[in-house]
């Protein structure tokens, strides 16, 4: 699985947009990025996943450049219920179809009023 | 969490107990998967199991075990033979793909 690398924290504010980069040097042809955001004693919540270029959901935008070498999760007009840990994961599915996937230590979003 | 349920909520033991993790659910998922965090850190994979009555082992395996008897369960036992098993566990379903579901989680506090 490929490694990655995002920022331990990131600090922002009420209605601000947050971008998190995630960098994942050696990503192979068959992984994809997936996205995970996780609250306090609760457990990860998926967030949005993609392969190429930009993916958009009702949550978050992922843009992802054409050599795939980083990806950027941004969430816009953040509020402060937006506080929590956000996880870049890069994977590949095995035969059976199923992925088993790795946590880095991620990012703590800090939103403030 | 929906359609995913872990019990109790919060665990005790004394050092040297085994001790089961519930988790079941009704999401007819036929992969579930087991993770620990420790404060600060990311998740772990101890098992996993994408088949009744098959399960394979995941990072830190090392004093544990489970069964996959019933597509809808798949217990966790912590074992004394782990070495540090205070810790916050969570248990995951997926259909095919990379999304996987994730419980409540059950924290385990071993004196």
């Known amino acids: 699985l490929a490694k990655t690398t995002q920022p331990i924290s990131m600090d922002s504010y009420e209605g601000q947009e947050v971008n998190i980069t995630c960098s994942h040097n050696?990503?192979?042809?068959?992984?994809?990025i997936t996205w995970y955001q996780q609250f306090p004693s609760q457990g990860p919540r998926f967030i949005i996943q993609?392969?190429?270029t930009k993916v958009t959901n009702e949550v978050a935008s992922l843009f992802i450049p054409a050599d795939r070498k980083s990806s950027t999760l941004s969430l816009p007009r953040v509020s402060l219920s937006d506080t929590a840990v956000y996880y870049c994961?890069?994977?590949?599915?095995?035969?059976?179809?199923?992925?088993?996937?790795?946590f880095g230590k991620g990012t703590m979003l800090l939103v403030s009023p | 969490d929906g359609g995913i349920t872990q019990s109790p909520k919060y665990l005790f033991r004394k050092e040297g107990q085994n001790v089961t993790l519930s988790c079941e659910q009704n999401?007819?998922?036929?992969?579930m998967y087991w993770y620990r965090q420790d404060p600060g850190q990311g998740l772990r994979l101890i098992y996993y199991?994408?088949?009744?009555?098959?399960?394979q082992k995941g990072d830190i395996a090392e004093g544990y075990s489970v069964s996959r008897e019933k597509k809808e369960s798949f217990p966790l036992t912590v074992t004394s033979a782990q070495k540090n098993p205070t810790a916050f566990y969570l248990c995951?379903?997926?259909?095919?793909?990379?999304?996987?579901?994730f419980g409540p989680g059950t924290r385990l506090t071993v004196t």
């Open positions: 995951a379903t997926s259909p095919p793909g990379p999304e996987q579901y």
């Open positions: 050696n990503i192979a042809t068959n992984d994809y």
């Open positions: 993609g392969y190429k």
């Open positions: 994961l890069v994977g590949d599915m095995n035969l059976s179809g199923y992925s088993t996937l790795t």
């Open positions: 999401l007819n998922h036929d992969a």
């Open positions: 199991s994408q088949i009744v009555n098959d399960f």
